[in-house]
């Protein structure tokens, strides 16, 4: 047995022997669990074996690990609950030994062998501490009068009062009983431990003694606001939130689909950063009492970026969202959208290559539904075709088509545009979004009277698109004559190919998608550990997860009679070799392009998986 294995064993039995003493389990049990894990490898976590065997509930780890949480080791809980692996956890023990005293949670974190909130996170549910979840913790002017900063400081933590009344104390490590021990005596009462973001300890502790401060001048403003859109553009970022607080005003940006935090700045900038906003999207800098919209062309690196601002007046003032449009010339080619070989040789034969009928793309809010519909219309696009959009706004321009971007403002309504489209003699039409009956009523009749419709629509997956329809009072007779296909898609950020490392699921993610450990046997997925490349996240850009059903006859006289969403979905299953979203990213969860963590974020699972061998028989996909 080599020194990993022996310290990994060491760490299995240290939680055992809480199980044992807590009477949950006998040392007959444990000899027995013992020996089936060393049958599977003996890299398999004891606690998940227990568990596995049902020796063990996950109710009587968590109450145990609660009862020993001053005497838990923090890697010994990482590993045996399978959030670490045993080669990391000796990597990190290595660096921890080199760094000369840091605490192994901050070597992890700071190490990127995982991200502080998934650190937090398992200490919070497994040990029961509360988990303050935000960047600016609340000052209790009292509490505070009778602890220095410096001691706050040398010690990691900061007090806080709960809305119960109880006393809190944040901390950086908490199972820093000698701070607990210390702040009980200098606060005159016993304070229940609590985890925080370091970030948000460090904030508060700095604020006590070095305030900071903004320039709010015109020419300050100017220049911040132009910082925070020069750096979302150069982050790739799709939006920007800046919002106000009750002290203070944050900023976040929407990357690769998720919001991170990337600035903090004092409340006393907030009116004027927003008045600096308004002036650059002509809305009306008197009015802060009503929501407005407007829009800006921002040069960065001789280009102009659109942008589209909402202002939404909150109680703390007005919130502003940025929405970062394409403007993009350059177009996805329809083989680089990410469906798979098969899913795609049917889209194209089978969809795209019928001279009429609607194509729905559905999804929600920023699904990459856009990008989608116009690598088809890229596709469709020739000399003897005649395409017209109606769109809010044009996203992409592309040469040879006639697109127009509606403008309310000026008459230029979707009613208005969609009246007069189809006197335009198109081949091809292409509504930017289904938004109501009169837009879906006039893609069913363009359709009946031979054209081919593309458009988009907000449902959940491609059944939910047919059975919105319906809602919408569209007979269903009239949906099945003219609905050729509906693509489901969704955006998923796809694994650092830089810093992507093998992870092989336990039996319990196993079972969150829907497979019985079982009979399915392991399944291997990949992760991204965090490297410069990607700056530390672990992922780098997108890649969309589809969901193609094409109506056949048994689907739509399915629609017809009405029947549930469950009902179509197993016929479609069935009868058209219909491959959900979740099945979807499993398929590509194996071939390394996202992680299991962004399925379960993303994916909706609303019925079993099949076999990943089946899948990438119907996916035409090779190992």
Known sequence: M?????ATTEAALEIA???????????????????????????????????????????????????????VRI??????????SETDLQAAIGLQQESGGKKLGEVLVENHFLTEDELLNVLSVQLGFPYLQTDRLARDPKLLAKVRPVWLEQNGCFPVRAEDGSLLLALVDPLNTKALAEAERLLGETPQPALARRFAIETAIQALTRPTTVDTSESGMVAAVNDILRKAIECGASDIHIEPMKERLRVRMRIDGVLIQTLDLPVESARALTSRLKIMAGADIAEKRRHQDGRLLFEHDG????????????????????????????????????????????????????????????????????????????????INTSIITAEDPV???????????????????????????????????????????????TAIQ?????????????????????????????????????????????????????????????????RRLGYNPKDSGPLTFWRGTGCRMCRHLGYAGRVAIYELLILNEPVKEALIQRRTSYEIRRISVESTGLVSLLEDGISKATLGLTSFDEIIRTLPRLARPRPLTELRRLQGVKE
Not at 22 to 40: D, I, P, T
């Open 2 to 6: 080599d020194m990993t294995q022996t």
């Open 75 to 84: 890697g010994t809980l990482l590993l045996e609950l399978g959030v670490l």
């Open 446 to 510: 363009a359709a009946l009277t031979g054209h081919k419709v593309l458009t988009t629509f907000h449902t959940e997956d491609s059944i939910g698109g047919l059975l919105r329809l319906l809602h919408m009072d569209i007979e269903a007779f009239l949906i099945s004559s003219t609905v050729v296909s509906v693509i489901a898609q969704r955006l998923v950020r796809k694994v650092c190919p830089h810093c992507r490392e093998k992870h092989e699921l336990t039996p319990d993610e196993i």
């Open 17 to 71: 022997g809480m199980l044992i003493d807590a009477g949950h389990l006998s040392r007959e049990q444990l000899e027995y669990a013992l020996r089936v894990r060393e049958k599977l490898g003996g890299r398999r976590p004891l606690a998940s074996v227990l568990q596995e065997l049902e020796l063990v509930t996950e109710d009587q780890l968590r109450a145990t690990l609660r009862a020993n949480r001053l005497n």
């Open 395 to 441: 996203e992409y321009v592309i040469p040879g088509i006639s697109q127009c971007s509606i403008n309310a403002k000026i008459g230029i309504t979707y009613e208005e545009t969609l009246r007069h489209i189809v006197r335009q003699d198109p081949d091809v039409i292409v509504i930017g979004e289904v938004r109501d009956r009169f837009s879906a009523d």
């Open 303 to 382: 280009a102009k970026i659109d942008m589209r601002v909402s202002l939404y007046s909150t109680i703390h003032g007005e919130k502003v969202v940025l929405r970062l449009l394409n403007n993009r010339s350059h177009l996805l080619d329809i083989h680089e959208l990410g469906m798979s070989p098969r899913v795609l040789e049917r889209f194209k034969n089978d969809v795209l290559d019928v001279p009429s009928g609607v194509v729905l793309v559905t999804g929600p809010t920023g699904s990459g539904k856009t990008t989608t519909l116009y690598g088809a219309i890229n596709y469709l696009n020739n």
